[in-house]
T-cell receptor, first 113, second 107 residues
Framework: DAGITQSPRYKITETGRQVTLMCHQTWSHSYMFWYRQDLGHGLRLIYYSAAADITDKGEVPDGYVVSRSKTENFPLTLESATRSQTSVYFC????????????FGEGSRLTVL | AQRVTQPEKLLSVFKGAPVELKCNYSYSGSPELFWYVQYSRQRLQLLLRHISRESIKGFTADLNKGETSFHLKKPFAQEEDSAMYYCALRTGNQFYFGTGTSLTVIP
């Protein structure tokens, strides 16, 4: 039972490069989310998706692009990475129903030099 | 606008002592609140949710609408409780998290 997986787990890149973080879930949950975790800011929502081909901005979407061509995949792309995007990125999916529990991936630690 | 506030970034208690992690929220509607926990080298996971009124691993949290609070409590802290704790508010399809409290239980 893989659940929700992220790749890569660790990535070092340079300013200006494009980076894509992958997220895959095996439950067919409709809702998926991308958060970034930073000291002093906690978890902040970047983008979320209600279903395939439906995405929406969260609190901090600038500099990021998402797509959702298939229900199970929700990649996050940094088109031109900046140092301020150094962070730990978490993907999550939401269990259907009113309880709305989030299930998180293990996180992707990105360093932009 | 800050929707969830966790005033303590760091909290240390001795093993066996009571622990309370504070969470205050700002929301005009009917709130749905959660506590998530992240143990060292593990993924974030749900600890408890207010609608369930449950006790998980000895932790409880009561929603106080008058004080707009959802504090997490445990009467006797254990070393394995050392972790990062996040309070979260669900509004519609979005979850808003606080900045987190890092709890250390001293043996």
């Amino acid at each position: 039972d893989a659940g929700i997986t992220q790749s890569p787990r660790y990535k070092i890149t340079e300013t200006g490069r494009q980076v894509t973080l992958m997220c895959h879930q095996t439950w067919s949950h409709s809702y998926m989310f991308w958060y970034r975790q930073d000291l002093g800011h906690g978890l902040r929502l970047i983008y979320y998706s209600a279903a395939a081909d439906i995405t929406d901005k969260g609190e901090v979407p600038d500099g990021y692009v998402v797509s959702r061509s298939k229900t199970e995949n929700f990649p996050l792309t940094l088109e031109s990475a900046t140092r301020s995007q150094t962070s730990v990125y978490f993907c999550a999916s939401r269990r259907p129903g009113n309880t709305g529990e989030l299930f998180f991936g293990e996180g992707s630690r990105l360093t932009v030099l | 606008a800050q929707r969830v506030t966790q005033p303590e970034k760091l909290l240390s208690v001795f093993k066996g002592a009571p622990v309370e992690l504070k969470c205050n929220y700002s929301y005009s509607g009917s709130p749905e609140l959660f506590w998530y926990v992240q143990y060292s080298r593990q993924r974030l996971q749900l600890l408890l949710r207010h609608i369930s009124r449950e006790s998980i691993k000895g932790f409880t949290a009561d929603l106080n609408k008058g004080e707009t609070s959802f504090h997490l409590k445990k009467p006797f802290a254990q070393e394995e409780d050392s972790a990062m704790y996040y309070c979260a508010l669900r509004t519609g399809n979005q979850f808003y998290f606080g900045t987190g409290t890092s709890l250390t239980v001293i043996p």
